[in-house]
């Protein structure tokens, strides 16, 4: 009878508080909501607890205190924004895991595959993409949970929610994979902040907020982000042996990012729920509250954009609540994540003889796994292509995507990994394929025997003595590459370095050349045989492929605008009467032209030895140029009405 009265005086007067606050001119802030619908998400609040036999509170129990604050008290940074948990969560792959039309249909086609396996495969797929639904089954005593079970199941349908993360517990964080997740259920909710304001969450949701430092672990990720698979023969059979699907926490172990730095880790959640270091208050209705740094946005980014951007404009058939607002803010998010944490990357010019260019392309991994990790259809490309910048004629090119978003020149199945490039149908692709037991290229994930190929970034670190290893191997060409991984042959750069060598075809003049990196993570390959197949699932996802924008996203660019390339000797080149340069070599550094009448100079690019240029001149009023500081071999590339005229001048150090 006490604990009710204390519970019902506590109620009133967070009651009025309330009133009282909502009467208050509301300032203007950035939110996705309009007020009547905050004032909606504040009813949340006084909602009854969640009965006692319910293990996983929903999201609805979470927003009345941490979505967006009518009052704009809490859940705002620094600068009046709305960082609001559920918000940012909405729209995420993680929201919408058991919503994934891909994934449902991708369960169906194993199932279509192996029928006898469905109870086991739609019990391990649920644990990961519904594991709310599937744990309260499971921790009920069931032994399996079906996809049938959670269509119906509005807990199951949250996907990874707020509940899912917040009651993981932390007995043998980091040990335990394959969607095997440990819960406390002893009805607490684990935050990052010590001494927590209880009683709301106490009273109005039934459930105590504790401080536990382990929710910033990347352990927390494990067992969903570490999966191995059952494998079986093309009869079904299972062979008694494992496949590694997928370790993005195991690749994470082994890097620089997962020993210790200072006094923590480089985790999953601070590259992926980046963090503000703006005094925020963590929950609405109480203006007393102090506000929490720095605060974890819940943007909770990965890198695929191609099934966000799908699943927006299939949200009626999908049943996603999601508005277009927070769909574009996690779209726009996820680019961020890709294009400015993902790689460095640089061309270079390393030379030319008579007949060829070379190139280089150096490649540094700057995420903390792989990459692309996570599911095995993901992959990156490497479009280089070299076009003469007069005519705009292409000389050579690699990897250019086709109008059906496939890679152009690439093999049917596994294309090697390159050391060097000389051939425009050889592409680098980095990449995890699948081998069946007859070594057979497969996308069907019970038969996944042996990889195929994995030459997939590796994170700085990595290295083929860590304990982690056996479940984060190296396979096919890449493993005996000496640039793959190594800096002057030691392990652990994180890098790749690869070289285009193609001829010029007896071309002369400048040309320029743009080195692109691509991420695909719904690439025609991967889906291609699953197509060919029929089920409900697999039939409404392919409509939605097809009609979805499937555009690779651009990681990393570099490119050298002016290269002057020449199939001959330029200081025996022809037309030699029609312009002279003298004295040559050099040692003040000025040279005078001498040109026939009727030629008439319209540029003048002064290139260096390494064919790049260094000045460019549209107008030559002068017949006196002054070459660089620099001393060294200097290249005159002349655009005349009598066409390209080339020069090699030399500087000399003045005795």
Same mark, same amino acid.
């Given at each position: 009878?006490?604990?009710?009265?204390?519970?019902?005086?506590?109620? %009133?007067?967070?009651?009025?508080?309330?009133?009282?606050?909502?009467?208050?001119?509301?300032?203007?802030?950035?939110?996705?909501?309009?007020?009547?619908?905050?004032?909606?998400?504040?009813?949340?609040?006084?909602?009854?607890?969640?009965?006692?036999?319910?293990?996983?509170?929903?999201?609805?129990?979470?927003?009345?205190?941490?979505?967006?604050?009518?009052?704009?008290?809490?859940?705002?940074?620094?600068?009046?924004?709305?960082?609001?948990?559920?918000?940012?969560?909405?729209?995420?792959?993680?929201?919408?895991?058991?919503?994934?039309?891909?994934?449902?249909?991708?369960?169906?086609?194993?199932?279509?595959?192996?029928?006898?396996?469905? *109870?086991?495969?739609?019990?391990?797929?649920?644990?990961?993409?519904?594991?709310?639904?599937?744990?309260?089954?499971?921790?009920?005593?069931?032994?399996?949970?079906?996809?049938?079970?959670?269509?119906?199941?509005?807990?199951?349908?949250?996907?990874?929610?707020?509940? *899912?993360?917040?009651?993981?517990?932390?007995?043998?964080?980091?040990?335990?994979?394959?969607?095997?997740?440990?819960?406390?259920?002893?009805?607490?909710?684990?935050?990052?902040?010590?001494?927590?304001?209880?009683?709301?969450?106490?009273?109005?949701?039934?459930?105590?907020?504790?401080?536990? /430092?382990?929710?910033?672990?990347?352990?927390?990720?494990?067992?969903?982000?570490?999966?191995?698979?059952?494998?079986?023969?093309?009869?079904?059979?299972?062979?008694?042996?494992?496949?590694?699907?997928?370790? *993005?926490?195991? /690749?994470?172990?082994?890097?620089?990012?997962?020993?210790?730095?200072?006094?923590?880790?480089?985790?999953?959640?601070?590259?992926?729920?980046?963090?503000?270091?703006?005094?925020?208050?963590?929950?609405?209705?109480?203006?007393?509250?102090?506000?929490?740094?720095?605060?974890?946005?819940? /943007?909770?980014?990965?890198?695929? *954009?191609?099934?966000?951007?799908?699943?927006?404009?299939?949200?009626?058939?999908?049943?996603?609540?999601?508005?277009?607002?927070?769909?574009?803010?996690?779209?726009?998010?996820?680019?961020?994540?890709?294009?400015?944490?993902?790689?460095?990357?640089?061309?270079?010019?390393?030379?030319?003889?008579?007949?060829?260019?070379?190139?280089?392309?150096?490649?540094?991994?700057?995420? +903390?796994?792989?990459?692309?990790?996570?599911?095995?259809?993901?992959?990156?490309?490497?479009?280089?292509?070299?076009?003469?910048?007069?005519?705009?004629?292409?000389?050579?090119?690699?990897?250019?995507?086709?109008?059906?978003?496939?890679?152009?020149?690439?093999?049917?199945?596994?294309?090697?990994?390159?050391?060097?490039?000389?051939?425009?149908?050889?592409?680098?692709?980095?990449?995890?394929?699948?081998?069946?037991?007859?070594? +057979?290229?497969?996308?069907?994930? /019970?038969?996944?025997?042996?990889?195929?190929?994995?030459?997939?970034?590796?994170?700085? +670190?990595?290295?083929?003595?860590?304990?982690?290893?056996?479940?984060?191997? %190296?396979?096919?060409?890449?493993?005996?590459?000496?640039?793959?991984?190594?800096?002057?042959?030691?392990? +652990?750069?994180?890098?790749?370095?690869?070289?285009?060598?193609?001829?010029?075809?007896?071309?002369?003049?400048?040309?320029?050349?743009?080195?692109?990196?691509?991420?695909?993570?719904?690439?025609?390959?991967?889906?291609?045989?699953?197509?060919?197949?029929?089920?409900?699932?697999?039939?409404?996802?392919?409509?939605?492929?097809?009609?979805?924008?499937?555009?690779?996203?651009?990681?990393?660019?570099?490119?050298?605008?002016?290269?002057?390339?020449?199939?001959?000797?330029?200081?025996?080149?022809?037309?030699?009467?029609?312009?002279?340069?003298?004295?040559?070599?050099?040692?003040?550094?000025?040279?005078?032209?001498?040109?026939?009448?009727?030629?008439? %100079?319209?540029?003048?690019?002064?290139?260096?030895?390494?064919?790049?240029?260094?000045?460019?001149?549209?107008?030559?009023?002068?017949?006196?140029?002054?070459?660089?500081?620099?001393?060294?071999?200097?290249?005159?590339?002349?655009?005349?009405?009598?066409?390209?005229?080339?020069?090699?001048? %030399?500087?000399?150090?003045?005795?």
């Amino acid at each position: 009878m006490k604990s009710f009265l204390k519970n019902y005086l506590f109620a %009133i007067v967070v009651f009025l508080a309330v009133i009282f606050f909502s009467t208050l001119p509301v300032q203007e802030h950035k939110s996705f909501h309009t007020a009547s619908e905050l004032v909606y998400f504040n009813q949340h609040l006084f909602a009854d607890p969640v009965d006692s036999t319910i293990i996983f509170p929903t999201v609805y129990h979470c927003e009345g205190c941490h979505g967006s604050d009518l009052q704009m008290n809490a859940m705002v940074d620094s600068d009046g924004n709305d960082v609001n948990v559920v918000d940012n969560w909405q729209a995420t792959m993680m929201a919408n895991s058991a919503k994934d039309p891909f994934w449902r249909a991708k369960v169906s086609h194993e199932i279509l595959v192996n029928p006898n396996h469905a *109870t086991d495969l739609e019990t391990k797929c649920t644990s990961c993409h519904a594991p709310n639904g599937h744990y309260t089954a499971i921790l009920r005593g069931a032994s399996h949970y079906s996809i049938a079970e959670m269509l119906g199941d509005s807990v199951a349908m949250e996907g990874v929610s707020c509940s *899912t993360c917040h009651t993981m517990s932390k007995d043998d964080l980091g040990k335990v994979f394959s969607g095997e997740i440990n819960f406390d259920t002893s009805r607490v909710m684990f935050g990052p902040y010590d001494f927590p304001f209880a009683q709301p969450m106490e009273n109005f949701v039934g459930f105590e907020p504790v401080y536990s /430092e382990h929710v910033n672990d990347a352990g927390l990720c494990a067992s969903c982000h570490t999966l191995l698979t059952n494998s079986v023969d093309l009869n079904g059979n299972f062979t008694g042996e494992q496949f590694v699907e997928q370790a *993005t926490y195991h /690749e994470w172990l082994n890097s620089v990012y997962g020993v210790e730095k200072g006094l923590e880790k480089a985790s999953c959640q601070k590259c992926h729920m980046p963090r503000i270091m703006d005094t925020v208050v963590i929950s609405s209705n109480y203006s007393f509250l102090q506000g929490r740094s720095p605060f974890a946005l819940h /943007e909770l980014v990965g890198g695929n *954009t191609a099934m966000l951007k799908l699943m927006k404009e299939n949200k009626e058939a999908l049943n996603i609540t999601a508005t277009d607002e927070q769909f574009d803010n996690t779209i726009a998010n996820t680019f961020t994540l890709l294009q400015e944490q993902s790689v460095d990357f640089n061309l270079e010019l390393l030379g030319q003889d008579v007949d060829s260019v070379y190139f280089s392309i150096l490649i540094v991994n700057k995420a +903390g796994h792989k990459f692309p990790s996570g599911y095995p259809a993901r992959r990156s490309y490497l479009e280089f292509v070299a076009t003469t910048i007069e005519e705009g004629d292409t000389l050579f090119q690699s990897g250019v995507m086709e109008e059906d978003y496939e890679v152009k020149g690439q093999t049917e199945e596994t294309e090697p990994h390159f050391n060097l490039i000389t051939q425009e149908d050889q592409v680098q692709i980095y990449e995890l394929v699948l081998g069946d037991v007859n070594g +057979g290229f497969t996308t069907v994930l /019970e038969r996944s025997h042996q990889a195929l190929k994995d030459n997939r970034l590796p994170p700085k +670190g990595f290295t083929t003595s860590h304990s982690a290893y056996d479940t984060t191997k %190296i396979y096919g060409a890449a493993l005996e590459d000496p640039d793959f991984n190594k800096n002057n042959g030691v392990e +652990g750069s994180g890098s790749d370095k690869i070289r285009y060598h193609f001829p010029i075809n007896a071309y002369e003049g400048l040309i320029k050349v743009e080195a692109k990196m691509y991420y695909q993570s719904l690439p025609p390959k991967w889906m291609e045989p699953m197509f060919k197949e029929s089920t409900p699932e697999i039939d409404a996802f392919r409509e939605m492929y097809y009609a979805a924008d499937l555009s690779p996203v651009l990681v990393a660019s570099s490119s050298i605008d002016s290269i002057y390339v020449s199939p001959v000797s330029t200081l025996n080149a022809n037309k030699d009467s029609l312009l002279s340069i003298y004295p040559n070599p050099t040692m003040d550094g000025k040279v005078i032209l001498k040109t026939m009448e009727d030629l008439r %100079i319209s540029e003048l690019s002064i290139l260096n030895s390494a064919g790049v240029v260094v000045r460019r001149m549209n107008t030559l009023t002068e017949k006196q140029i002054d070459l660089p500081e620099e001393n060294g071999l200097y290249i005159f590339v002349f655009k005349t009405n009598k066409g390209i005229l080339s020069r090699k001048v %030399i500087k000399i150090k003045n005795p």
